[in-house]
């Protein structure tokens, strides 16, 4: 079945710094990608959806300036979180559309990136 | 925001019992779908129903959908330990790609 890879699955990260997440869909073309927020114990937030070849669209609320969104190709999309602070220290995960009959979708999830900011 | 509430918030059961949740939604929805979630983890997407559908199973999984109270129910069969996660269930409404998550429950299956 469809696979999306996320990397790195963890990462540790000093105050004011920047730090990129990688979503890769390795055996199908992933036109869209979206990007989600989970806070411990909480459900899943959209932040943003990626386009290939388009600008990302970014839900209320998301600075856009400080999680930047790139999808490079039909295959990779990157989350860059810059000058990460405290408040940014979550749990990343990317997911992109797989169909699941006519008119619906289902989604393959990445298996996540625990950021902490220290 | 949030789409939906489920319940319980979490469900505590022994190997062989079986665990139902539930989930409630606001808006019209195309689809409607259920994911797993181990601590830490991704999800992965475990089943879909329509809108058009009132019942759909996939092994020891059913769901039901009811439109009309705006609500569905995740039951699992004979749980065993590995069914221990968090499960979520997501709406596809309107616009398309936007899955609106509810809140989760956490079950824990004992051996």
């Known amino acids: 079945g469809a696979v999306v890879s996320q990397h790195p699955s963890r990462v540790i990260c000093k105050s004011g710094t920047s730090v990129k997440i990688e979503c890769r869909s390795l055996d199908f073309q992933a036109t869209t990608m979206f990007w989600y927020r989970q806070f411990p114990k909480q459900s899943l937030m959209l932040m943003a959806t990626s386009n290939e070849g388009s600008k990302a669209t970014y839900e209320q609320g998301v600075e856009k300036d400080k999680f930047l969104i790139n999808h490079a190709s039909l295959t990779l999309s990157t989350l860059t979180v810059t000058s990460a602070h405290p408040e940014d220290s979550s749990f990343y995960i990317c997911?992109?559309?797989?169909?699941?009959?006519?008119?619906?979708?289902?989604?393959?999830f990445g298996s996540g990136t625990r950021l902490t900011v220290v | 925001s949030q789409q939906g509430e489920e319940d319980p918030q979490a469900l505590s059961i022994q190997e062989g019992e079986n665990a139902t949740m539930n989930c409630s939604y606001k808006?019209?929805?195309?689809?409607l779908q259920w994911y797993r979630q181990n601590s830490g983890r991704g999800l992965v997407h475990l089943i879909l129903?329509?809108?058009?559908?009132r019942e759909k199973h996939s092994g020891r999984l059913r769901v039901t959908l009811d439109t009309s109270k705006k609500s569905s129910s995740l039951l699992i069969t004979a749980s065993r330990a590995a069914d221990t996660a968090s499960y979520f269930c997501a709406t596809d409404g309107v616009s398309w790609g936007k899955l609106q998550f509810g809140a989760g429950t956490q079950v824990v299956v004992t051996p």
């Open positions: 808006t019209s929805i195309n689809n």
């Open positions: 997911s992109a559309p797989s169909r699941q009959g006519a008119g619906n979708y289902g989604y393959t």
């Open positions: 129903i329509r809108s058009n559908e």
